[in-house]
């Protein structure tokens, strides 16, 4: 069965800062992985996604995600952060049906709180 | 904004209640999809619906249901409301091509606090 596993329930950083958001996922087949950010009071939004192809994935706001198969990981960075980044960000896959159909399967999700 | 819009935003309701939810897809976008947060369950897959028929099923109650109708908009119907179904329900939406992947777009979700 697939799974999603954020390791970090809550991440302080001040801003300006790097952060690294970890996400490690299981699967016996392959996988599509996705970033949602969910600000305050609004619903999701996609920030990246790996489908295939290059293992680095730049997504929005400057944020940036690396799918490694050895590891089943695919962590969320961005090298400076805003103070309006701080959100709540989740990890999911993409869980394949017959037909075509898919679901998300998300992980806990990630608080990312900057400081100034 | 995701085009995909859910009412009402906030809804108030009482233990054994029933309430419904709403959502209108993007334009194009047949496949529905409903999802619930909660503080203890996190996010979670409900069901999707594509044009009109149920596709896939996840942890939805027996005391929950949900349907599309003929304009594509869906309706997720909440009975015996408990303290515990106080949550936040998202919908999503996907585009009609049913390839290995449809990226699905979020709604602003519908606040429900059951007392």
């Known amino acids: 069965a697939q799974s999603v596993t954020q390791l970090d329930s809550q991440v302080p950083v001040f801003e300006e800062a790097p952060v690294e958001l970890r996400c490690n996922y299981s699967s016996s087949v392959s996988v599509y992985l996705f970033w949602y950010v969910q600000y305050p009071n609004q619903g999701l939004q996609l920030l990246l996604k790996?489908?295939?192809?290059?293992?680095l994935v730049k997504g929005i706001n400057g944020f940036e995600a690396e799918f490694n198969k050895s590891q089943t990981s695919f962590h969320l960075r961005k090298p400076s952060v805003h103070i309006s980044d701080t959100a709540e960000y989740f990890c999911a896959v993409s869980l394949m049906f017959s037909g075509g159909y898919n679901k998300l399967i998300f992980g806990a999700g990630t608080r990312l709180a900057v400081h100034p | 904004d995701s085009g995909v819009t859910q009412t009402p935003k906030h809804l108030i309701t009482a233990t054994g209640q029933r309430v419904t939810l709403r959502c209108s897809p993007r334009s194009g976008d047949l496949s529905v999809y409903w999802y619930q947060q909660s503080l203890d369950q996190g996010l979670q897959f409900l069901i999707q619906y594509y044009n009109g028929e149920e596709r896939a099923k996840g942890n939805i109650l027996e005391r929950f249901s949900a349907q599309q109708f003929p304009d594509l908009h869906s309706e997720l119907n909440l009975s015996s409301l408990e303290l515990g179904d106080s949550a936040l329900y998202f919908c999503?939406?996907?585009?009609?091509?049913?390839?290995?992947?449809?990226?699905?777009?979020f709604g602003p979700g519908t606040r429900l606090t059951v007392l």
């Open positions: 999503a939406s996907s585009e009609p091509l049913l390839s290995s992947y449809n990226e699905q777009f």
């Open positions: 790996y489908l295939s192809g290059s293992t």
